[in-house]
C-alpha cells in the first residue's frame, strides 16, 4: 500500500474523487446568526477552505475548485465586495508560499481583465510561481461565471475559424472543452454546495454534465473534515452510469 492510501483507508473511504467543486455558500448567514458582520463570516470561510485544501492532499484527491467570486457578486454592496477583493489578495500573499512547499499548483479561472492590477499581479505570480508542481491542482474560481466562460470560448473558436486555424468540422465537445478556462482539467466528479441552497449559481456549467452532487446544510465556516468525508462517502455510494444501464443490472440481467 502506498503511504498516500493510509489516511484514505483510516477513514473508510472506497472512492475519492479526482476533481472535487465547492460551491462555498453561507458564509454571511453563519455570521448573521452569531450577531457577527458578514465579512468575520467571511473571514472564516477561508479557513474552512485551507482545512479543504490540506484535507485533499492528506485524500488524495488531484483538482479542487473553490467558487470564490461569481461574476454576479459585482451586485453586492461595494464594501462586501472590496472586502472578498481584500481576503483573496491577504489570502495569496499569507498563503503562497506554504502551498508552494506543499507542491500546490494554482490556477484561476474567471475573466481577469475586470480585476483591479494589483490583484491580476498577485493571481499571475502564485500561477507562474507554482506551475511546475505536481501536487493538488488549486483552481479558483474568481470573478467567474459558467456562461461568461463558454462566451469567451466561442469568441476564442470563432476568432479561429476567422484566422482560418480552426474548421468549422473540427467543432466538437472536445475541441470546446479545450478553450475553456479549465481546459486540460477533468471535469468534476463531485460538486459540494454549503448553506442548504440547491442551485449550481452559474458555475461550472459545461462542465458539470456528468458531476454528483451533494448539498449540505451547513455553512460554509463550519465545513471541516468530517463534513469533507461525509460528502466523500455519499459520492462512493453513487453509482455512476454516465446514460448506460446500471452495472448491477447488466450483470445479472
Ligand atoms: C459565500 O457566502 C461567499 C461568497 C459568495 C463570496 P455568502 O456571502 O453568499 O453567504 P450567504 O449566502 O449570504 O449566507
Ligand atoms: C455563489 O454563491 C457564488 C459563490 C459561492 C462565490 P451566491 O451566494 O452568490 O449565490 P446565490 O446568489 O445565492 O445564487
Ligand atoms: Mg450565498
Redesign the pocket.
Known amino acids: 500500500m502506498k503511504a498516500a492510501d493510509a489516511p484514505t483507508a483510516e477513514a473508510g473511504l472506497s472512492a475519492i474523487p479526482r476533481h472535487v467543486a465547492i460551491i462555498?455558500?453561507?458564509?454571511?448567514?453563519?455570521a448573521a446568526a452569531r450577531g457577527l458582520p458578514?465579512l468575520e463570516?467571511?473571514r472564516r470561510?477561508v479557513e474552512a477552505l485551507r482545512r479543504t485544501v490540506r484535507a485533499s492532499i492528506d485524500l488524495g484527491v488531484e483538482y479542487l475548485t473553490f467558487y470564490?467570486?461569481?461574476s454576479e457578486?459585482w451586485r453586492r454592496p461595494a464594501q462586501e465586495v472590496a472586502d472578498?477583493m481584500g481576503l483573496l489578495k491577504l489570502f495569496i500573499r499569507r498563503d503562497l508560499a506554504t502551498l508552494h512547499d506543499a507542491d500546490v499548483r494554482i490556477r484561476v479561472i474567471g475573466a481577469r481583465d475586470d480585476l483591479s492590477p494589483d490583484i491580476r499581479v498577485l493571481l499571475d505570480e502564485a500561477e507562474t510561481k507554482t506551475r511546475a508542481n505536481g501536487g493538488l491542482t488549486l483552481i479558483i474560481a474568481f470573478n467567474y461565471g459558467g456562461r461568461a466562460e463558454i462566451v469567451r470560448a466561442m469568441r476564442r473558436i470563432a476568432l479561429g475559424v476567422a484566422e482560418g486555424t480552426i474548421s468549422p468540422t473540427a467543432i466538437d465537445e472536445n475541441l470546446v472543452s479545450r478553450h475553456l478556462d479549465t481546459a486540460g482539467v477533468p471535469d468534476p466528479d463531485l460538486l459540494i454546495r454549503t448553506?442548504g441552497e440547491q442551485r449550481i449559481s452559474n458555475f461550472l456549467l459545461w462542465q458539470i454534465a456528468y458531476t454528483e452532487f451533494v448539498f449540505l446544510d451547513l455553512?460554509?465556516p463550519d465545513f471541516d473534515r468530517a463534513a469533507f468525508e461525509a460528502a466523500i462517502r455519499t459520492y462512493g455510494a453513487r453509482e455512476r452510469r454516465f446514460g448506460a444501464v446500471s452495472a448491477v443490472e447488466s450483470k445479472t440481467g
Open positions: 462555498m455558500d453561507g458564509n454571511g448567514r453563519w458578514r463570516g467571511h470561510g470564490s467570486f461569481s457578486n472578498l448553506s455553512h460554509w
